[in-house]
């Protein structure tokens, strides 16, 4: 089965397409790329990490929906935090997204691009209708 590109490459705010697919379906996968706390004009979030942690998940849930999934579907995911001492501010707003089957996650301390806090990507099983 081939591979399936979904959505269009984000536009920064530069106005610039950015060089990746929002999410690739390979067979039953959905692989999401990062999201940042970027708003619908390619704008970082002003806020803390609770704020931006939010627009991150909202991110996720539209891309998602691109391949006709939820994040009921993830099963991994991997977090990246700009500062380590945000993690359980971080912590409370991610679980307020996932019921009682949480996936996988990795999280790790980085420097991220812009002015981002936080950035996750996702692994879901959607199987094709």
Same mark, same amino acid.
């Given at each position: ?5 979904? *959505? $269009? ?13 929002? /999410?690739?379906?390979? +067979?039953? #996968? ?37 391949? *006709? $999934? ?13 500062? /380590?001492?945000?993690? +359980?501010? #971080? ?39």
């Amino acid at each position: 089965m081939p591979l399936e590109y979904l *959505g $269009a490459p984000p536009i920064a705010s530069d106005r610039q397409a950015r060089p990746f697919s929002p /999410a690739v379906r390979a +067979g039953d #996968f959905v692989y999401v790329s990062g999201q940042v706390p970027a708003n619908a004009q390619g704008e970082i979030v002003a806020g803390g990490i609770e704020v931006q942690t939010r627009q991150v998940m909202e991110n996720l849930k539209s891309v998602l929906a691109l391949a *006709g $999934a939820t994040l009921d579907d993830v099963c991994k995911s991997t977090v990246w935090l700009h500062d /380590a001492r945000d993690f +359980g501010a #971080f912590n409370r707003v991610y679980m307020s997204y996932f019921g009682e089957n949480k996936p996988a996650r990795s999280t790790t301390e980085a420097r991220l691009m812009v002015d981002a806090k936080v950035e996750i990507d996702v692994v879901a099983y959607k199987p094709k209708a």
